[in-house]
């Protein structure tokens, strides 16, 4: 399918790798010119070599944390008028509600719901301006159904997908749309990072943690990265133009509910 958006520019949050990159390479075989980002150089450095030398597109490495000041700047001067905003940025570390402490607190709502919010208030005028703009914050399937150690994770984004609800239907009429992706289990080191956690504690192994998370997901599998980016990619087409204000789960049918 043609999407409609090639030429377009896009920033892509947290996109060395995982979904991040999943996004960014998808648009990119769309034909449109992607800003990078991560805080890993070496790492940004060989996701933007791929791109490019798969895609052709103009790949712009932006090495930072958005989670600052200095990091949203260096994004927003690398590319000032984006057509496309993909939100994402790395969850908090898996704990018990018990042990997180004001500090950790504050800068999970920081990475996952103010970041997020302030690039949404720095690109929306000159999308509506333009009369296209499509932005897609990749949150989490526990903002749907919690899960027990992703409690900050869980709020957080939880947050900002109400915070961005009353916004879309703003912004709807000026051919701007905003939804959220809600990854379930994906092949991504935040699951790899999460199966090794419950292979310490149950006396396992990272492999048999991954099996067990597989066997409980309607699907049989954990998610394959790219089809997550190629969903990414339609819902910033100009065929998605009537999708707007929506939490999409990706998850294998994960999520017991209707809605």
């Given at each position: ?15 060395s ?11 990119a ?25 798969e895609?052709?597109v ?43 402490e ?13 970041t ?24 989490s399937?526990?903002?749907k ?69 597989a ?25 998605a ?19």
């Amino acid at each position: 399918m043609d999407l409609g958006i090639a030429g377009r520019k896009a920033i892509v949050c947290a996109s060395s790798a995982g979904l991040g990159r999943a996004c960014a390479l998808e648009l990119a075989r769309a034909g449109v010119d992607v800003v990078v980002n991560g805080r890993d150089a070496a790492k940004l450095s060989e996701t933007a070599a791929a791109i490019r030398a798969e895609t052709g597109v103009t790949v712009t490495e932006v090495v930072g944390d958005l989670s600052t000041e200095e990091g949203r700047a260096a994004l927003l001067a690398a590319c000032p008028d984006p057509d496309i905003l993909v939100n994402n940025n790395g969850g908090p570390p898996l704990k018990p509600y018990t042990e997180l402490e004001a500090d950790g607190i504050r800068a999970g709502v920081e990475a996952n719901f103010v970041t997020p919010a302030l690039l949404i208030q720095a690109v929306l005028p000159g999308m509506v301006a333009r009369g296209f703009g499509r932005v897609v914050n990749i949150t989490s399937g526990s903002v749907k159904m919690p899960l027990p150690g992703l409690d900050l994770s869980s709020g957080a984004r939880a947050g900002l997908t109400g915070f961005v609800a009353g916004i879309a239907r703003q912004v709807a009429g000026s051919n701007v749309t905003i939804n959220g992706l809600l990854p379930g289990s994906f092949d991504t080191a935040r699951i790899a990072s999460m199966t090794q956690a419950a292979a310490a504690k149950n006396g396992t192994t990272p492999a048999e943690e991954k099996a067990k998370r597989a066997e409980s997901i309607p699907a049989k599998r954990i998610g394959d990265p790219a089809e997550f980016g190629a969903t990414c990619a339609f819902l910033c087409s100009d065929k998605a133009g009537f999708i707007t204000g929506q939490s999409l789960l990706i998850d294998g049918g994960a999520f017991p509910g209707i809605m």
